[in-house]
Each structure stands twice: as structure tokens, then as C-alpha cells.
């Protein structure tokens, strides 16, 4: 059955690469709805992680992804966390990100409707898109080092898009 559970993910996982951006109704911190449409990145590559605060992986991915894009501020990256807690742990949210160091955009998905848009079954899951709000990478783990490939992945794909440009 886990393997069953595997290659269903895989072939999940191929069907969602090359898709845009899912369009859901999010929160940010404040508690204004946004739509998640409006998200994109036009400047360069934009990375979207879905975590929780009780993820103690996906804290450890957002605090590497914060030490380490701070080089790749060149390439127009913005990142995105949009944070899953549900309504027993959302109100530690906010307090929570401000505690940390990170600089990036968080948002709230109370109805979970951005995750299963997109098609996120655990977490951390995380998410490249290149400037037209195309999926190019995902991966739903985090290993400590895993920051230096996206890393890689991000300036193959700034570097890309600016040929395309030019």
C-alpha cells in the first residue's frame, strides 16, 4: 500500500508541474483576504512553502530558506509561507512569525482550500514558479542542505527568464 501511496504521488506531483498558480481565498496576518491570483512575482522567481507551527521541519526549511536566499536577493526571489494551522493553533501564528527572523510574506489558508488546490498532502511542501506563476519545482520534504538546490534551481531559472527578457 505505501507504495501505492508513493507512485501516486509521483505521477500527482508530474501532473502539477508546468500548471499556474491554484486561485484560492487566503488571509494575511492582518486577516484581509486575498486572492491568491495576486501573488505573483513578475520581478523573478517566487517560492511558496505551506507549513504549520507545530511543523518542526518546516520551521527548520524557513529559518535555512531565510540564511540562505539573503545571496540571492539579485535574482527578484520572493518568498511566500502560507501557514495551515488550523483553527485551534492559527491564533499562534502571527505571534509566532514575529519571533523569527524571516522576512518574507505569511499568509493564513483557514478553509485549507490554497493547499488542496494545490494539491499539498503533507508538509513542508514547498513550491518554485517562474515569473509567469508557472509551478517549475516542488518537493514535499525538507532535508537540511535541500536549500542549496533550490537555491541552484532559482538562479537557473532568473537566469533564464532574463535571456528571455533581453
Known sequence: MRHLTLIFSFFLSLQIMGQELANAEIKN???????????KNND??????????WCKPCINELNAFHDYF???????????????DDSRTMSKVAPFVASQAWDYDVFL???SDFRRAMGVNNIPHTFLLNSKAEIVWQANKYIPGEEE???KKIVALSEKEIIKTD
Open 149 to 151: 538546490e533550490l537555491a
Open 70 to 84: 539573503i545571496d540571492l536577493e539579485e535574482t527578484g526571489i520572493k518568498v511566500l509561507a502560507i501557514s495551515i
Open 44 to 53: 523573478g522567481p517566487l517560492v511558496i512553502s505551506f507549513w504549520a507551527t
Open 109 to 111: 489558508d483557514p478553509n
Open 29 to 39: 496576518l492582518q486577516g484581509q483576504t486575498i486572492n491568491t491570483s495576486t501573488l
